[in-house]
């Protein structure tokens, strides 16, 4: 998707799955409109995919969207809709990047809807020129025993703002939300992820890691609502931090918010710096002081490689990690 115009649609993917553009129609209750920005993203709408996967039917490979875009446009209004059938299964490799430089503003919206026993893999990768300004809007809704898996790992940009809501609308289904965020120089990434649990059993987690150099920000804001009658509930979030920078900030708030009494559910935070007693170590074995914080940053970093649903695009996006903590640790060596 080149400046919000769809370029092209390519290759097989298996049956039962359907690929199209907006443009060629949708039914009115198909778009939604959740907030400001998202009537906003409608307001303006040009085109996008519309995914449909038939009840039973499997990818054969995962899909690839790649957004490009670039300072001549000025802004792109980009949205994609992906509605599974029932026991499907879809899996989604997206990735936003930049065709030159320049001041640039996109406004993403991703809607998701998983019928009974459906699973969607969904990873996203955004590596954006440093000028551009972004916010995204990612809305799911799972019904009985549907699972989501979304791995998101924000790397650039002068100004990130993710939104992720998802509604726990059966029994038995499963939100797994994963995100690692580097930021450096004066970069602001913001991540709101909230889930809300209006039936039980059913569980979630988010698991969200960063690491900051420079004069960067970072803001973790995760919410787990338990609605009453969502027996059963369990949930749980994590958001850990490292600084490699005294001028870098983040701001961690996990919350719970519960009106069951049966549930199982969790929060926690964590921020610090490189451990010196690791970095004395490993120097002391001979390590330049880079390398031994290039190692440690690394291993913190790894957790988010582990959790990947899909195999194709984990050699990608660890190479994608290595290139981004280089730029972290040569900032902080100036």
């Known amino acids: 998707v080149d400046n919000e115009s769809l370029d092209r649609i ?22 939604a409109i959740d907030d400001g920005m998202s009537a906003f993203n409608a307001t303006l709408l040009q085109d996008g995919l519309h995914i449909r996967v038939s009840k039973d039917a499997s990818m054969d490979k995962p899909l690839g969207i790649l957004f490009t875009n670039d300072a001549t446009a000025g802004l792109s209004q980009e949205r994609v809709i992906i509605d599974a059938g029932e026991n499907s299964h879809v899996r989604v490799i997206s990735c936003s990047t930049s065709a030159g430089a320049g001041n640039f503003f996109s406004n993403s919206v991703t809607q998701i809807s998983l019928a009974a026993g459906a699973r969607l893999d969904f990873v996203h990768l955004q590596q954006r020129d440093p000028a551009h300004l972004g916010v995204s809007k990612i809305s799911a809704q799972l019904q009985r025993d549907a699972v989501f ?5 924000d790397f650039g940009g002068a100004m990130a703002r993710n939104d992720i809501a998802v509604e726990i609308a059966g029994p038995g289904a499963a939100a797994n939300l994963h995100g690692l965020y580097l930021a450096t120089d004066e970069q602001h990434i913001d991540n709101h992820v909230a889930v809300t649990h209006g039936v039980g059993p059913a569980t979630s987690s988010q698991n969200y890691r960063g690491i900051l150099s420079g004069r960067s920000r970072c803001i973790f804001n995760g919410k787990a609502v338990v609605l009453a009658g969502a027996d059963g509930t369990d949930a749980n979030q994590t958001n850990h931090n490292l600084l490699l920078s005294e001028k870098a900030e983040i701001d961690t708030k996990p919350e719970l918010e519960i009106y069951a009494d049966d549930v199982k559910c969790s929060h926690g935070a964590t921020v610090g710096q490189l451990d010196e007693s690791a970095l004395f170590y490993m120097r002391s074995r001979g390590l330049a002081e880079d390398d031994a914080k290039r190692a440690l940053t690394r291993a913190f970093a790894s957790g988010m490689l582990g959790a990947l649903p ?19 640790i040569s900032e902080e060596s100036q």
Do not use: K, Q, W
Request: aromatic content about 6%; overall charge negative.
């Open 149 to 153: 898996n979304h791995n998101a790992f």
């Open 310 to 328: 899909i195999d194709e695009c984990h050699d990608y996006i660890s190479d994608a990690i290595d290139r981004r903590l280089d730029e972290l």
């Open 10 to 31: 390519g290759g097989t993917y298996g049956t039962g799955i359907e690929i199209a553009r907006l443009v060629d129609g949708l039914p009115d209750h198909s778009i």
